[in-house]
């Protein structure tokens, strides 16, 4: 199964930069590069990191960037632009990780159905490239050998199941005094529901009194192991006189009462002055993990035929006593036993005895100290000269970690991400169980604590910190979620925090509207509001115009009129509110006298903000348009009106003719026989306002121009009604 510590190997992998040979797979000349390792090894159960690196030949930006990893086919996890997603047990590297060129994909937990091609994809900017590895599997073989005793003279059979394997190439053999038996068999490998494999090696013979001494062997080898594996036994050997005798004995009482017989009955057998007492003594029955201060129970017991009147003891062995082994009782005289201590205060012992069980438990509530110490239970008839002892596997004490609520740190660094912090106290042993943070709409992320302290009774309290992109959080009933996982069959532990719980929306503080005077390179009137305070940092601003005696006000975009800049939301130097400027330009003034206003809202507002202000342009000089030249028959004039102070270029300049005793106004267009030139306005040399110098170029005078008068109209926004000036009349 998985361990912690696998998962943990994979993040040490990810976070030292601990590489495996890569193969490069980039394109010659490209500016992207990616590498990945051509194969990956994971135990089943455990965790495991596919490491995939890219450079793009400088710093890289986030917004520019794409991962995605493919298993086969299939999409597993995937990031763009601050956005990710990633399937169940797959993760993607933090945004920091990733700006260093890491986009390894960590594997929660791999299965059978794990194993295969991965891709890992790497988009920046407009380039593409990818790499590919290989996931293999291992699970290494367990050995289970059933033991039973034999009879002399009758063919048997030696089994040795061996199961939980991957791959299903393994090599198994029967080995007897260390030397390989001929004739075994061995069955075809079954596949079980999790994708491993079992098979069962047979070595079928026909024991002799002689084959007591030997030692049969089950010997494994496989990939998954560092070195082979082997299981060691013993054969208990039955005369065939005296095991029919005492079969027939039983038998003959089952029929005579006129049982049935149901199933075989194996016997261990002890030797006392030429008759057998027969029994079985099984390992010490207890739970694999004790939790602490869970009251535990743990149970041996004798079945067969034996005194009425066998004592049961039970000791404890200290942690720091690890000479004695685990079959001791099989092997150590009673004289060669070490004196141990009597049981701790409050443990207890009970037992039951019916016709041919005898069980005793012992039960007691664990505390640190018996983490890692053992019990012996001891089956004792002095008379009989019988003692049986069985020695406990080691008491593996733990304790469920208290699960504090998730909580936003007061520091903020870096100051762009919310520290989201979950604290796991009072938790043994030190290993910290696997936590997975996440929120709604996104994958997972597996968080290593910051900090793990050892507490003053023992036990051990951990702080693990998510930090999320402060432009990431966007809505007030986003979560954040935190998963901690307490091992096999144990319910994790779940917390969640929204973003108004956490304290951390804010509205906004909207200043009143400031007005500049006009800019020197002639660009209007700018209206400007500051917006402080708020959080998160997505805000809407509008301008609006209402005019002098109307009711409603009109939505300002970007046109002919204004120019309207909302600005952009920028961090606060704590990190924890941001801050924008939104500037309004007018172009012109003919609405002298209208109200603007500036509109804004934040998601933490029922109603808008409203600033409002009077917009008041800088005018035009209207009294600079000079008076146009003398004009000398048959020769060519100028006029030059000279506009200056005006805020816009914008400006129209209309020649008109008028005909001594006529009322009309002739303009004078293009397609007249009289030339007008108006060259683009320039600015003038104070570098605040405009002039333009325009030319009337009149044919020779004829007749019918005696008396002629030539005007100059000059149009512009910020003049109320349009100025003239007059050449004055023509003589010819």
Not at 3 to 10: F, K, L, R
């Amino acid at each position: 199964m998985a361990t912690v510590g696998g998962q943990m190997d994979a993040w040490a992998l990810r976070l030292g930069g601990l590489l495996l040979p890569l193969l490069f797979l980039g394109t010659a000349g490209s500016q992207l590069q990616v590498t990945t390792a051509p194969s990956s090894t994971a135990r089943m159960g455990s965790g495991v990191l596919l490491q995939c690196r890219f450079d793009v030949g400088g710093p890289v930006a986030l917004d520019s960037l794409w991962v995605t990893w493919y298993f086969w086919e299939e999409k597993v996890a995937w990031y763009e632009q601050g956005r990710r997603k990633e399937l169940p047990r797959a993760s993607l590297p933090l945004e920091k990780e990733l700006e260093s060129g890491d986009a390894s994909l960590l594997l929660a937990v791999v299965t059978v159905s794990d194993e295969g091609l991965y891709r890992c994809v790497v988009g920046y900017r407009t380039q593409q490239h990818h790499g590919e590895t290989i996931l293999h599997l291992l699970a290494a073989p367990t050995i289970s050998i059933p033991r039973k005793p034999v009879v002399a003279d009758a063919e048997t059979s030696l089994l040795c199941h061996v199961g939980r394997f991957y791959p299903k190439d393994v090599d198994v053999a029967w080995l007897r005094d260390g030397q390989v038996l001929k004739g075994f068999t061995r069955s075809s490998p079954q596949r079980n529901t999790h994708g491993t494999f079992n098979l069962t090696l047979t070595y079928t013979f026909t024991p002799a009194h002689s084959d007591s001494s030997s030692i049969f062997s089950c010997h494994v080898r496989h990939a998954a192991l560092e070195q082979p594996i082997q299981e060691d036994v013993t054969l208990d050997i039955l005369a065939g006189d005296q095991t029919g005798a005492v079969v027939g004995a039983v038998l003959g009482i089952l029929i005579g009462a006129g049982a049935t017989v149901a199933a075989a009955i194996y016997f261990w057998r002890k030797r006392k002055k030429g008759w057998a007492v027969s029994y079985n003594v099984p390992k010490v029955q207890g739970p694999d993990r004790c939790l602490l201060g869970q009251e535990v129970t743990l149970r041996c017991s004798m079945e067969g035929t034996f005194p009425e009147d066998v004592a049961v003891t039970w000791e404890r062995i200290h942690s720091e006593d690890r000479t004695v082994p685990e079959s001791a009782g099989d092997q150590e005289s009673p004289e060669h036993q070490p004196l141990l201590p009597a049981l701790p205060l409050g443990w207890r012992v009970t037992e039951e005895r019916a016709g041919t069980h005898l069980t005793s438990s012992l039960t007691f509530t664990p505390t640190l100290q018996d983490d890692g110490a053992r019990v012996r239970c001891v089956f004792l008839h002095e008379a009989e000269r019988i003692r049986e002892e069985r020695v406990s596997p080691e008491i593996r004490v733990w304790a469920r970690p208290q699960v504090s609520e998730i909580q936003v740190l007061p520091e903020w660094d870096p100051r762009d991400k919310v520290p989201f912090a979950v604290q796991l106290h009072n938790f043994y042993p030190r290993e910290v169980p696997p936590i997975q943070w996440g929120w709604d709409g996104a994958g997972s992320w597996r968080e290593d604590p910051t900090q793990i302290d050892k507490n003053a009774d023992g036990t051990f309290t951990a702080t693990s910190v998510w930090r999320v992109p402060s432009r990431s959080l966007t809505q007030p009933e986003l979560r954040v979620r935190v998963c901690v996982q307490h091992g096999p069959g144990e319910p994790a532990s779940e917390r969640e925090l929204s973003l108004r719980a956490a304290g951390l929306l804010r509205p906004p503080d909207v200043s009143k509207i400031s007005q500049t005077e006009a800019t020197a390179t002639g660009k209007g009137v700018t209206l400007s509001c500051r917006i402080t305070g708020h959080f998160p940092g997505e805000l809407s601003v509008t301008w609006l115009r209402r005019r002098k005696g109307e009711a409603t006000a009109v939505i300002l975009r970007d046109g002919a009129e204004c120019r309207v800049e909302p600005g952009t939301a920028v961090l606060a130097r704590d990190g924890k509110s941001f801050q924008q400027e939104t500037r309004l330009t007018c172009w012109t003034s003919r609405d002298k006298g209208a109200e603007y206003i500036c509109r804004v809202g934040h998601l933490t507002l029922q109603t808008p903000i409203e600033r409002s202000s009077t917009c008041h342009p800088h005018p035009l000089d209207q009294e600079v348009v000079s008076q146009p030249q003398a004009l000398v028959p048959l020769q060519r004039v100028t006029t030059q009106p000279l506009p200056s102070g005006s805020y816009t270029k914008k400006l129209a300049i209309i020649p008109i003719k008028k005909r001594a005793r006529k009322k009309e106004n002739i303009h004078v267009e293009s397609s007249d026989p009289h030339r007008m030139h108006t060259p683009a306005p320039s600015p003038v040399p104070d570098g605040k306002s405009y002039s333009v110098e325009s030319e009337l170029r009149l044919p020779p005078a004829g007749p019918e121009d005696d008396g002629v008068e030539y005007l100059c109209r000059v149009q512009h926004e910020a003049m109320q009604e349009p100025e003239s000036r007059s050449s004055g009349r023509l003589r010819v």
